[in-house]
């Protein structure tokens, strides 16, 4: 049986195995900064009581669903890449700055803690479309569809910090 001939050109090439095991690492960070974000989503679209925080409820509802999103185009992209998903044991919490507040009415903890979270994935995401420059074009365009989500949902939330900044609650 003929052997099957591997790209000679790209990142699925022989070559590139190197740049290629590089990039799946950024990727499965990010799958698991996905993953912890849909984790703090949910318990902060819930948690909290009040008036005030409806809009924001409602708002992280419609994100979790998004970031569930993200965190299987990672999931694809790693796969395609010839790597392999990783299992929960691998899992490590990180977002210190999304845990319940001491009172549930503490929309602003919340609103602040999602900012940072939306923060670090900006970062990570531009980090990525960096290293795969010039080499892996498919998952750089990826990330940059998915960049663009996470300035959207950084800048949603800094208009509800400034809401509340402007009525000298935060
Ligand atoms: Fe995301
Ligand atoms: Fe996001």
């Known amino acids: 049986m003929a052997t099957v001939r591997s790209a000679a050109q790209g990142i699925l090439a022989d070559d590139n195995r190197a740049q290629r095991e590089q ?3 950024l990727l499965k960070k990010a799958y698991w900064m996905e993953i912890e974000t849909v984790m703090s989503y949910i318990a902060n679209s819930i948690n909290p009581d009040g008036v005030r925080a409806q809009e924001i409820v409602e708002s992280l509802q419609q994100d979790i669903q998004e970031e569930l999103g993200h965190a299987q185009q990672f999931a694809q992209r ?3 890449l010839y790597g ?3 299992g929960s044991l691998e899992f490590a919490s990180e977002q210190t700055y999304l845990q319940p507040p001491e009172h549930q009415t503490d929309i602003v903890h919340v609103i602040k803690g999602v900012i ?6 900006i970062e990570h995401y531009n980090r990525i479309i ?3 420059d010039q080499i892996d074009p498919v998952t750089q365009d990826m990330v940059i569809a998915i960049l663009r989500d996470e300035e959207g949902h950084r800048r949603l939330f800094e208009g509800y910090l400034r ?4 009525e000298g609650l935060a």
Do not use: H, S
């Not at 940072?116 to 994935?121: R, S, Y």
């Open 163 to 166: 809401e509340y900044e402007a």
């Open 78 to 80: 790693i796969k395609e």
């Open 130 to 132: 960096q290293e795969t």
């Open 116 to 121: 940072e979270a939306e923060t670090g994935a």
């Open 84 to 86: 392999v998903v990783p």
């Open 23 to 25: 990039i799946i690492d």
